[in-house]
């Protein structure tokens, strides 16, 4: 089993930034792809980005794609989130993700999920 932490979220005004962080801990020395996905009131929730093992393969949403970063520190067993240029459309729970069976963007082959942290962004 892993758990997954996110800290950072918060409210920020329309052009800011926020730094997301999702701590791991348990059964961490397996391996993960980490992501990060959101879930805006009445929406489904959607996938933000995502980073491979290794840190060297990323992918990102069109939506946030420019604007955020996905990164991870594999001795912290940390993975982070930076925001910038943010949006009133990017005001979401954010969850992190871990996926032990390969890089994807598919909600379902995440295996852990932290229990979410609020972003809201100002008009």
């Known amino acids: 089993q892993v758990q997954l932490e996110e800290s950072g979220g918060g409210l920020a005004q329309t052009g800011g930034s926020l730094r997301l962080s999702c701590a791991a801990s348990g059964r961490t020395f397996t391996p993960y792809t980490m992501a990060w996905f959101r879930q805006a009131p009445g929406k489904e929730r959607e996938f933000v980005a995502a980073i491979s093992v290794s840190g060297q393969i990323t992918t990102y949403a069109d939506s946030v794609k420019g604007r955020f970063t996905i990164s991870r520190d594999n001795v912290k067993n940390t993975h982070y989130l930076q925001m910038n240029s943010l949006k009133p459309e990017d005001t979401a729970v954010y969850y992190c993700?871990?996926?032990?069976?390969?890089?994807?963007?598919?909600?379902?082959?995440?295996?852990?999920w932290g229990q979410g942290t609020q972003v809201t962004v100002s008009s």
């Open positions: 993700a871990a996926a032990a069976r390969g890089f994807s963007t598919r909600e379902l082959a995440y295996d852990y």
